[in-house]
């Protein structure tokens, strides 16, 4: 029989709570074990892997020198390199630290220590190296992780929806934010969440980062209709979408 | 052809109309039965099949949903988030199943199930009329089919407006008339009912909690009716026959651009509507990856990529032209392809759009954009 493709993970600048998701897995985990082989994996594992993969997953920003050297060489042993989480696909909430000047980062973080700890502005993933596949969310989305993987040993591409989470919302008949009197960033946020966090009675924070096209003028105008000020969706946009400007 | 109330050729006048329906009241046709019995009728529905009604969700909102108890359900309520549409036309609905060992077996999947839809509303049972009409065209939709062949539906009449974005009198929707298996109208200390199918006799003859109307009870429906022609008005200043000349001079009608600048491209407007129908076909392997199934899921013409096609091309781009789509959708294209007008006045778009776009102001621009042409024509 074909040997099962091996798969290893490595974390950047991040809480580590996405690679908890695919840990978390039950089950299923045990699913994914008859059909790839994980190599590397910190969270459950001892165990190190010193050859090519055929799936890295990298979950977490890049934030220093240290660490885009890293992604580099993971980069070269990797024939297909996953993307996994916000940190990742889109820098995530790391990504706030490029609205500050990197020294007063470094002083507000390591105090007198600063000058030994250089850094730089923090970038996704696919900011440093190519990215085959993304998976978005702050966490990720366990049926996503699932979706992405099945297309991954598929050989085919996996296409983030091009629409906002309020798509899935309505298809789940959830009550909306907005009636219940609360905001909720669905309307300019990608979708592939299955409007996790609304399903279970929390507004959508945006953790997957705007969607492709988004009306941002228009939805400042509804958040002026509920007396929300701009100011607070700029936030909220910066929160999670600051590292898109190095896209430019 | 089904005798639709809103088919736009030669249409009757309103009060024509009228005389029409309460002419064919025949008193044979209707049983009553006693509103403290209502209940009792949802728990005898129990026993023939499963039963789904619309329920209270919170904050103005209901749904349909499948019920186990009468307790639950709620008689008078506003159009529910999505329409009943969901059972004929499910959001996700597996089409097709495949399974690769030594060779590939494909097996198509229709999915239907017997179902009893209590409440539905005479806007919502437009909209089954719609649908019915699309999914009966040939090529025929088998899925569809099936699955109606299997529905119950049990309407209520609404005797008042639900609220204020209901445009059903202007479709001519806001009065049973054809499309149901029995229809609850509520008079005074009962429900007159409408036996309209052999299905919704088997209903009467299964729950035995029915007495046959009189002509009094008929009087009483009468005046009921007339009652409410003079609560609901036409929402929509012209007539409906005007509409697709309206539409004609409207393209390029300053409204649209508007619609640019508000519409969020959510999609919510269309998930909501009881008349769309547009859907992606995508599919799912399980985790051994030799088998799977594929589906059809709802889609939307509000969002981006849906008209999208190979070379990454989008011809419909803008927000205004998938706004102006949708209306012409439901207002145009298919006056000439089905004779009918594929807006059931329900108000679910108008309610869930969080920019605040009015399928009834809309249509009020357009007619005063569209006078105003005119006049500057003759002058
Ligand atoms: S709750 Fe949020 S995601 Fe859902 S429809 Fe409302 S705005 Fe959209
Ligand atoms: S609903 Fe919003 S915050 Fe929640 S997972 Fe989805 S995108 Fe993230
Ligand atoms: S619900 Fe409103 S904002 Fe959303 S797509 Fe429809 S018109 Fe646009
Ligand atoms: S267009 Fe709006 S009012 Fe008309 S049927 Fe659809 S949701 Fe209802
Ligand atoms: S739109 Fe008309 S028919 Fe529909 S619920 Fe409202 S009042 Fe009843």
Request: aromatic share 12%; charged share 25%.
């Amino acid at each position: 029989m074909k040997s099962k493709p091996k798969v290893a993970f490595f974390d950047f600048a991040c809480c580590e709570g996405c690679q908890l998701q695919v840990a978390n897995m039950g089950e299923l985990l045990l699913e994914v074990l008859e059909i790839v082989d994980i190599v590397e994996f910190r969270e459950i594992m001892s165990e190190k892997w010193d050859g090519q993969f055929d799936i890295a997953f990298v979950e977490g920003s890049i934030t220093d020198e240290h660490a885009t050297e890293r992604v580099k060489k993971i980069r070269e042993r990797s024939k297909i390199l996953v993307a996994l989480g916000s940190c990742a696909t889109i820098g995530g909430v790391n990504g706030m630290k490029n609205s500050f000047p990197l020294e007063e980062v470094r002083r507000y973080v390591y105090g007198e220590f600063h000058k030994f700890f250089p850094t730089v502005e923090t970038k996704a993933v696919h900011q440093v190296v190519k990215v085959d596949y993304f998976i978005h969310g702050c966490p990720i989305y366990q049926p996503e992780f699932l979706t992405v993987l099945k297309c991954i040993l598929q050989g085919i591409p996996y296409y983030v929806p091009e629409y906002p989470v309020c798509v899935e919302c309505k298809l789940n008949e959830n009550v909306c934010m907005y009636d219940r009197g609360l905001s909720c960033m669905g309307p300019v946020t990608k979708a592939g969440c299955n409007s996790w966090c609304i399903n279970n009675g929390n507004i959508c924070y945006g953790c997957r980062g705007l969607t492709v096209n988004p009306n941002t003028e228009g939805f400042k105008e509804v958040l002026r209709k509920h007396n929300i000020p701009e100011d607070f969706l700029i936030k909220k946009i910066e929160m999670y979408n600051k590292c898109k400007e190095l896209d430019k | 052809m089904e005798n639709v109330p809103f088919v736009l050729t030669k249409l009757p006048s309103k009060s024509i109309m009228f005389y029409c329906i309460f002419s064919h009241m025949k008193t044979e046709q209707y049983k009553i039965i006693e509103k403290y019995l209502i209940k009792e009728f949802v728990n005898r529905l129990f026993p023939i099949s499963k039963v789904v009604a619309p329920v209270y969700k919170g904050f103005g909102n209901y749904v349909f949903e499948e019920i186990k108890s009468e307790e639950n359900v709620t008689f008078k309520y506003i159009p529910t988030i999505l329409p009943p549409k969901k059972y004929l036309l499910p959001k996700k609905e597996t089409i097709l199943e495949f399974k690769k060992n030594q060779e590939l077996i494909i097996q198509p999947v229709v999915e239907y199930e017997n179902l009893i839809l209590f409440g539905v509303h005479t806007c919502d049972i437009a909209g089954f009329k719609c649908l019915n009409k699309v999914m009966s065209d040939t090529p025929k939709d088998v899925s569809f089919l099936l699955r109606k062949e299997h529905i119950v539906i049990i309407g209520i009449e609404c005797n008042d407006y639900c609220d204020q974005y209901a445009s059903c009198a202007f479709v001519g929707a806001h009065l049973p008339t054809t499309g149901y298996d029995l229809m609850f109208t509520e008079l005074n200390d009962i429900f007159i009912v409408h036996v309209h199918s052999s299905k919704g006799t088997n209903i009467v003859e299964k729950t035995g909690l029915f007495k046959p109307a009189t002509d009094a009870h008929i009087k009483e429906l009468r005046e009921l009716r007339e009652k409410k022609a003079k609560i609901f008005y036409n929402e929509i200043p012209t007539e409906r026959r005007y509409i697709p000349d309206l539409f004609d001079r409207s393209w390029n009608a300053s409204v649209w651009k508007e619609l640019e600048e508000k519409c969020l491209s959510c999609g919510n407007c269309t998930a909501v509507c009881p008349t769309c129908y547009c859907f992606d076909i995508a599919e799912e392997v399980d985790l051994t990856l030799k088998s799977g199934k594929r589906f059809r899921i709802w889609f939307s013409c509000q969002l981006d990529p849906f008209a999208k096609v190979a070379g990454g091309i989008d011809f419909r781009k803008e927000r205004s032209a998938r706004q102006r789509h949708r209306f012409y959708r439901k207002f145009r294209y298919h006056v000439d392809r089905f004779g009918m007008i594929f807006c059931t006045g329900c108000g679910r778009c108008s309610r869930t759009c969080m920019a605040g776009i009015n399928l009834k102001e809309v249509l009020i621009s357009l007619i005063k954009e569209s006078e105003a042409k005119i006049w500057r024509k003759w002058l």
